[in-house]
């Protein structure tokens, strides 16, 4: 049974606080980004993730080598206190958001796309009742 892995980081990306979801399942990893706005409390996140996890749209998932954690609790402690310094996103976790962002851009596009051609179309059948109204017989 292969166990997942579930890691939120909330940090300062001026001007709006944004949370990073990332999840692991199966050695890939794939990616949420969160806006929260003004500074978030620890009960809000919390509240946050209760209610929200399961409507949260994930990248695509990248492969991602997974290292076993040290069971040395200095080491942790190091590990805990690195993870609470101030950084940007990790490559794998960016890579995983570029392809989000660009899964969304095509989706946004063909959307518009269907739109616009639908727009035309109702746009041409209106002047299509124009010219047979025009035309009838008196």
């Not at 892995?5 to 980004?33: A, M, Q, Y």
């Not at 209760?50 to 990248?62: E, G």
């Not at 996103?89 to 989706?107: D, F, I, V, Y």
């Given at each position: 049974?292969?166990?997942?892995?579930?890691?939120?980081?909330?940090?300062?990306?001026?001007?709006?606080?944004?949370?990073?979801?990332?999840?692991?399942?199966?050695?890939?990893?794939?990616?949420?980004?969160?806006?929260?706005?003004?500074?978030?409390?620890?009960?809000?996140?919390?509240?946050?993730?209760?209610?929200?996890?399961?409507?949260?749209?994930?990248?695509?998932?990248?492969?991602v080598k997974i290292k076993t954690d040290a069971e040395n609790p200095k080491r942790r402690q190091r590990e805990?206190?690195?993870?609470?310094?101030?950084?940007?996103?990790?490559?794998?976790?960016?890579?995983?958001?570029?392809?989000?962002?660009?899964?969304?851009?095509?989706e946004r596009r063909s959307f518009s796309k269907q739109q616009r051609e639908e727009e035309k179309q109702r746009?041409?059948?209106?002047?299509?009742?124009?010219?047979?109204?025009?035309?009838?017989?008196?």
């Amino acid at each position: 049974m292969d166990a997942v892995k579930i890691k939120l980081t909330v940090f300062f990306d001026p001007p709006f606080w944004v949370g990073v979801f990332e999840r692991i399942e199966k050695g890939k990893l794939s990616v949420c980004k969160v806006t929260f706005g003004a500074e978030p409390r620890d009960c809000e996140v919390w509240d946050f993730v209760l209610k929200n996890y399961d409507k949260l749209k994930f990248s695509p998932a990248v492969d991602v080598k997974i290292k076993t954690d040290a069971e040395n609790p200095k080491r942790r402690q190091r590990e805990a206190r690195k993870q609470m310094q101030p950084k940007h996103l990790g490559t794998k976790a960016h890579q995983a958001l570029q392809l989000q962002r660009e899964q969304n851009k095509t989706e946004r596009r063909s959307f518009s796309k269907q739109q616009r051609e639908e727009e035309k179309q109702r746009r041409f059948e209106q002047r299509q009742q124009k010219r047979k109204e025009k035309h009838r017989g008196k």
